[in-house]
């Protein structure tokens, strides 16, 4: 019997960590005893509450029903849907889009796989968010990007340490990646401080990769402010999708824009080289790119403001039952995207080692599924998810505060 | 680079990023990136404006430009029904909806002598997506994986971003484009981790017999290598030979197969394939191939979920007058093209296609003059004559073309006319 030559990718072995994969791991440990409570996934279609959009719906049908649809996609995307989402953008920029300036990807899953590896060069740096979205981690490793992270501060709302930034930033760094609205941590940048992250990045010669896909889903005193705003300071490259706003994760519909009044990304190559990976990268389905003009211009204000109202009233239910759990903290309230960053006061529990213990021991305990916070870069904190009805928010922090005072220290028991 | 700015106080910095990742440019050596739409598009824009003649393209295998090929009246209703019941509008697990891995899994094995399951399956983003993902697995310092010539670019072009060293083997054109497997073995070492096999054959338009495909399957346990076979083209045969599934000699070597929906049912765009782990001796899932899979395909993106819940019913409900009738039409035009490229004094197709969308034709360089090379052939055929072909250089072969004939049959008649006529304009003058 001959050997089998096969070793497999190193790369993959060691960056296994996704939101995903780590999901699958708490899906092991988790009790049937009672109902499930997942306040682990952002996937608002956990929350029958929200209502899906008819129009989207049937903008597919019609366009697979025409038979006009069903070639091969052009690279770039559907000349109609590169429109579309160019003039969509447009809305809140002061330098317009064209339809040149979009790149049609499969979720923005797949606009992060792209952009990643085009600044891949030897030796260069890319510099993350800490907490972040572990997907660029992964991706980066996987095309041999070095990483470095900047904290985002919690007790400035969660803004971005401008200090750490430039403490960073060496000649390789190629761009800075922020996440606005902020996943996993909950909050809307404002634009005096958009503003200043622009500067800086103009200062330290790197662009910014500004990941939207939590676009518009603001519902506190800050409105949403598309980093595109500040092109004119540092170019801008805007990732986004069709996922959360319309509550249709599973569609896999994104985008690349490229923000770029003064046409750097042409002069410096990064346009070509985002158009030459595209040639051998994958696609939405071309049906789905032919709806994509009517689900931008035909979705109407009360579809968009109804689900907003029902993300307020979760993330205000949850933020007010946190304060009832002494070893939680909870430093911002949420004011935007679907999930939040709470902190584990370990001093006040016992018998729980980290936050992966906690999570493991709150699956196995309780049947309910937070994220550990060391899967998005802040150990001994929680990611939790309030893209769920609001009854499902009031059972899971009823079973989180019994869990929290079933391992609280002695003498907090007592008080309790 | 420095940059001009309104706002003198500033300090000025140059932009850090220069020129990019090599690997994700195209080369100068044109090893990388290559595909067949960017060769389509860069032959499109030679076409004459003033030509008032339709284009006639015979140089991607995409027939849903002709109302001859359609997919099922039923396809385009499972979709509907799938978006419309809002039911699929989540993520879906990460190797695909059950429904749709179990309908797959029945499909590809139903002429083994062992059955699949679903947890055999991975569903992507069209058979694209498969190679990415394949590729991307077997990629590490210093592995080699062992590609046809001529082939389909998507592998080299996937290999080179990885940094997968690849080797070539060759098909023969006067053995029925068969395997070289003296070739094969001499090319093979330590490193190889696998070898690539796409049956029935892009470019070449032959089917491979069951004691052929036997004996390569030898040939790759022999090596310690297994086998990647991409069947996009499953099932479509209309000569005497029939489709044989590599996946049937998985008990002699691991097979892995790749396939999809684009061409069987007409709707490449439609973006779903597959991954099919052969592998009844569990080899593939015991050194670890098979996680690597999973843990690519959990940070990967997937096909829309609503898609593959209408997979089943894609699968499962196509009636049989439908493959017949399509089977029938690309008969035809293969006869056709056989026949008529007889009358072509430059151009020779080896081998009577029996199976899949396209064929190989030699360029024979001592019939014609003031062409240089099969590039140039193309290009001057779109500026001349609105007629677009492949440049075999793209799959491979230099100064051979690949001609997509799955068309309107009279459009290919009307494409191989004006090919003719284009060989006789150019033919040598005699003295």
């Known amino acids: ?416 | 680079m420095s940059m001009e700015n309104g706002n003198g106080s500033m300090r000025r910095k140059k932009w850090n990023f220069l020129q990019g990742n090599k690997e994700v440019n195209n080369n100068n050596n044109g090893s990388s990136a290559i595909s067949v739409r960017g060769v389509y598009s860069m032959m499109l824009s030679n076409i004459n404006e003033e030509d008032e003649r339709d284009v006639v393209r015979l140089c991607r295998a995409d027939p849903t430009d002709f109302p001859c090929f359609r997919t099922t009246q039923d396809a385009p209703h499972a979709i509907a029904e799938a978006v419309e019941s809002f039911r699929f509008n989540s993520y879906a697990p990460s190797g695909g909806l059950f429904q749709a891995r179990r309908a797959v899994a029945d499909l590809v094995s139903s002429d083994f002598p062992y059955k699949l399951s679903p947890e055999n399956v991975f569903l992507t983003v069209g058979c694209t997506e498969a190679i990415n993902i394949i590729t991307t697995v077997l990629a590490r310092p210093g592995a080699n994986i062992l590609l046809p010539r001529p082939g389909y670019p998507q592998y080299q072009a996937r290999a080179a971003f990885c940094r997968l060293e690849v080797r070539y083997f060759d098909l023969l054109p006067d053995r029925g484009w068969e395997l070289d497997l003296d070739s094969l073995e001499a090319l093979a070492d330590d490193n190889t981790v696998a070898m690539v096999l796409i049956n029935p054959s892009n470019p070449c338009g032959n089917v491979f017999t069951y004691h052929h495909l036997k004996k390569v399957a030898e040939t790759a346990k022999k090596l310690g290598i297994f086998i990647i076979s991409d069947e996009v083209y499953a099932h479509l045969t209309f000569g005497s030979k029939p489709y044989v599934a590599m996946g049937a000699f998985a008990s002699i070597v691991p097979i892995i197969t790749l396939g999809s929906l684009s061409k069987r049912w007409v709707v490449p765009g439609w973006r779903l394939g597959w991954i099919v782990t052969c592998d009844p001796h569990g080899i593939l899932q015991d050194i670890g191939i098979v996680t690597n899979i999973k843990t690519y395909l959990d940070i990967t993106s997937n096909p829309p979920t609503f898609v593959q819940a209408a997979v089943p019913q894609i699968l499962e409900k196509t009636k049989d007058d439908f493959y017949t009738k399509n089977l029938n039409i690309m008969k035809e035009a293969a006869e056709i093209l056989y026949d008529r490229c007889k009358e072509i004094p430059c151009l020779t197709c080896p081998h009577k296609p029996e199976g899949t969308m396209t064929a190989m034709l030699k360029i024979n360089f001592s019939k014609i003059e003031g062409i240089v090379d099969d590039v140039d052939f193309c290009v001057k055929l779109a500026k001349e004559e609105s007629v677009v072909l492949l440049p075999g250089e793209t799959v491979g072969l230099k100064n051979w073309i690949r001609i997509t004939y799955v068309v309107d049959p009279s459009a290919l008649k009307e494409g191989l006319s004006r090919i003719k006529s284009f060989s006789l304009r150019h033919a040598i003058q005699l003295p």
């Open chain 1, 1 to 416: 019997m001959e050997k089998w030559k096969f070793q497999g990718n190193q790369g993959l072995k060691s960056s296994a960590v996704s939101v995903r994969g780590v999901f699958n791991v708490l899906m092991q440990s988790i009790s049937k005893e009672k109902e499930v409570v997942h306040l682990c996934r952002v996937d608002p279609t956990d929350n029958p509450l929200f209502s899906v959009d008819p129009v989207a719906a049937h903008a597919v049908s019609t366009a697979v029903h025409s038979g006009n649809f069903n070639c091969y996609p052009p690279t770039f995307g559907l000349p109609q849907a590169r429109r579309a989402i160019g003039e969509y953008l447009s809305r809140d920029l002061p330098n317009k889009l064209s339809a040149e300036d979009i790149y049609v990807t499969d979720g923005a899953t797949q606009a992060i796989d792209i952009i990643l590896p085009v600044f891949a060069t030897p030796g260069a740096n890319i510099i993350l968010p800490r907490p972040g979205y572990p997907q660029y981690e992964t991706r980066a490793a996987l095309c041999g990007l070095e990483v470095r992270h900047f904290d985002l501060l919690p007790n400035s709302s969660w803004e971005v340490d401008i200090d750490s930034l430039e403490a960073l930033a060496d000649d390789k760094t190629m761009a800075m990646v922020l996440i606005s609205p902020s996943n996993p941590c909950g909050n809307v940048f404002t634009y005096q401080h958009l503003k200043r992250v622009a500067e800086t990045a103009r200062k330290l010669g790197m662009f910014v990769i500004s990941d939207e896909v939590y676009a518009h889903i603001a519902f506190g005193c800050n409105p949403f402010v598309p980093m595109g705003v500040f092109s004119s300071i540092v170019p801008v490259i805007t990732l986004g999708s069709i996922s959360k706003r319309w509550i249709i994760p599973g569609w896999r519909f994104g985008w690349i824009a490229t923000c770029d009044p003064h046409g750097i990304f042409q002069k410096t190559g990064i346009a070509a080289n985002i158009e030459s990976y595209m040639e051998i990268t994958n696609d939405p389905p071309t049906f789905m790119q032919a709806a994509i003009p009517e689900i931008l211009e035909r979705t109407n204000d009360e579809f968009y403001s109804k689900n907003l109202d029902i993300t307020r009233e979760a993330a205000n239910a949850l933020y007010e039952r946190f304060k009832e759990i002494p070893s939680l903290i909870c430093p911002h309230k949420p004011d935007g995207a679907m999930a939040v960053m709470v902190q584990i006061n370990l001093s006040q529990i016992e018998g729980i080692a980290d936050d992966v213990d906690f999570c493991v021991k709150l699956a196995k305990e309780e049947s309910l599924l937070i994220l550990p916070g060391v899967i998005v870069g802040l150990k001994n904190w929680l990611r939790v998810s309030f893209g769920l009805e609001r009854s499902a928010i009031e059972e899971g922090l009823n079973r989180l505060k019994a869990f929290c005072l079933r391992h609280a220290k002695m003498s907090q028991q007592i008080s309790a």
